[in-house]
């Protein structure tokens, strides 16, 4: 076991660890993250991961990656790729070789053919319709199906004739016999097996005949040896079933234990309506910047440190409920705010002209990199006569003079790192608009160097124009706008927010980012943070805004 605080808080889960341990039930700690490679990880999976792979490094444990793959028609490798390219990224590593289910098919079958043996399963002919009816509801007992007592030996015939492929889909299924009158709907004789003849990503065309989720899940824990199979509270229903197989086959008994699954405000994690949303091309892929995926949160701008970090504020609970997503994006914040440099980025540019600046003269300005990373340094700024400001910081008549700190006819304004300047006119096109302001400097006002002794409210970011980097910037935002999408009536696309991304073109940014690569981040002052996307070109850099400074939302 590994050194702990004293003062630590303990959750539920190592409460138990510790007690298992403690008492001698448990020697080791096994535990496994088993996605369905059938989409993309997302949020709630990032829960998952942190707490099971957490678990295992706390306690010098391990934690095995399972592909739960039983459902050939919706599994693939770009899913399997994705998702160990997701954990990798999150700082974690598997134990051993990456498992999958379909490797114990073998012996699952063989599972299968004991509980046959034992009078404990048997073939049903039946249609999916009319195993569903006879099942009925929780206050009535179940009708139980003609084929319930077919002999040992009649089942193991027909369960080897549906290995061999001799039946349709759909025309038998391997039932477990339990109890067609539990309250507990899970234990009215399921389904574990069933025929698809669909070539499987993994085992090709060996099988066509594939374990439910229910049969599959245990005994792959048992035969991993997992000690802690820890599972969301939908699958508490599911325990009993669990441990009776277990029970009836006589394998290692693997614990289920399940915690409350993360449910995160503005988000849908449901993997159908993710897949919809992509499909449809409400979004423009899986790792759309918007989607509550890890490797759209990782296109974003998002880091590791920030997603853990949130897992870890959320905590294990008991209970369901929904976590506000300002917790994720303050997470963001708190983390970049430490770790990104800041550079100025001009969103909608103002050419600024400073009558009084040669028009040849560039001076070189010295800019703090990042003043809460003292080892982050600085870096030099051309300052000319022609600059582009952010044209919100200029207005002709301010509707509130006293509460408005940009520039305007004879206001005076410091352009971060350079000089006092005071606007002395500005231009205009025929519809109005101010397309050039003029203005002059005064050269006893440079940063860091001020003997004017003047003291102005406003401080404006600046870029030169002759050094300035265009780029698109994509300000994206929440998809939903809607806060509690589980308690909606309606189509959830309903509830898209149409303002989720904004494109803005010929954005200037000053030239110290024209070598940025993809995924580098960046502070833009006064705007967000922006990450480097991989569509920039050498002609046009890309950047995605990860996050605002502050919380629009609240208002």
């Known amino acids: 076991m590994s050194e702990k605080d004293p003062k630590e808080s303990l959750n539920f889960i190592e409460q138990m660890i510790e007690n298992d341990l403690k008492s001698g039930k448990n020697s080791f700690v096994q535990t496994r993250f088993p996605p369905e490679p059938n989409g993309y990880l997302h949020i709630g999976h990032a829960k998952s991961i942190v707490l099971n792979f957490g678990l295992a490094e706390k306690y010098n444990g391990s934690c095995n990656l399972r592909f739960d793959d039983t459902n050939p028609e919706k599994e693939s490798e770009e899913y399997v790729n994705s998702i160990k390219e997701d954990i990798k990224w999150l700082g974690y590593t598997w134990s051993d070789e990456a498992r999958y289910t379909s490797n114990y098919f073998d012996t699952l079958y063989e599972f299968a053919v004991k509980l046959i043996k034992k009078g404990k399963a048997y073939v049903d002919d039946q249609s999916a319709e009319e195993i569903a009816a006879g099942k009925t509801n929780p206050t009535i007992p179940g009708i139980k199906s003609p084929f319930r007592d077919r002999s040992v030996e009649e089942n193991l015939d027909l369960f080897e004739r549906m290995k061999n492929g001799e039946f349709d889909a759909g025309s038998h299924v391997l039932r477990a016999k339990i109890d067609m009158g539990s309250p507990n709907m899970h234990m009215r004789d399921p389904i574990i097996y ?132 300002a917790l994720l994006e303050h997470s963001i914040r708190e983390d970049l705010n430490k770790k990104a440099n800041r550079v100025f980025g001009i969103q909608k540019p103002l050419k600024m002209v400073i009558t009084n600046w040669p028009a040849d003269k560039t001076e070189m300005m010295q800019a703090i990199n990042n003043p809460e990373d003292d080892t982050a340094g600085t870096r030099e700024m051309p300052f000319t006569r022609e600059i582009y400001i952010e044209s919100k910081d200029f207005m002709e008549e301010p509707p509130s003079p006293k509460k408005f700190f940009g520039l305007g006819p004879d206001r005076e304004v410091r352009l971060k790192y350079g000089y006092i300047v005071k606007c002395t006119g500005f231009e205009k096109d025929a519809d109005g608009n101010i397309t050039e302001i003029h203005c002059t400097y005064d050269p006893e006002t440079r940063s860091g160097n001020d003997t004017s002794g003047k003291k102005v409210k406003g401080t404006l970011g600046w870029v030169s124009v002759p050094h300035a980097v265009p780029a698109t910037l994509r300000l994206y935002d929440r998809l939903f706008r809607t806060e509690n999408l589980n308690s909606i009536d309606d189509d959830f696309l309903n509830h898209i927010n149409p303002d989720s991304l904004t494109v803005v073109e010929n954005a200037m940014l000053e030239p110290s980012i024209k070598d940025a690569q993809a995924g580098d981040i960046f502070q833009f002052e006064r705007q967000g943070y922006f990450v480097v996307d991989r569509d920039s070109t050498p002609e046009k850099k890309v950047f995605n805004r990860t996050i605002t400074l502050r919380d629009n939302w609240a208002k």
């Open 194 to 325: 069933r025929i698809k003849k669909v070539t499987h990503h993994n085992t090709g065309d060996a099988w066509c005949i594939y374990p439910n989720y229910d049969f599959a899940h245990g005994q792959s824990d048992s035969i991993e040896h997992v000690t802690y199979s820890l599972c969301t509270l939908e699958f508490r229903d599911h325990k009993p079933l669990y441990d009776w197989f277990i029970q009836e086959l006589e394998i290692f008994p693997s614990n289920q234990t399940e915690f409350a699954r993360l449910n995160l405000s503005y988000t849908i994690v449901s993997k159908r309506k993710l897949l919809q949303l992509v499909e449809e091309k409400h979004v423009t892929g899986w790792d759309d910047p918007r989607m509550p995926t890890i490797s759209g949160f990782r296109r974003r701008g998002y880091t590791p440190e920030s997603i853990k970090n949130f897992v870890k504020k959320v905590g294990v609970a008991r209970r369901d409920g929904i976590t506000d997503v």
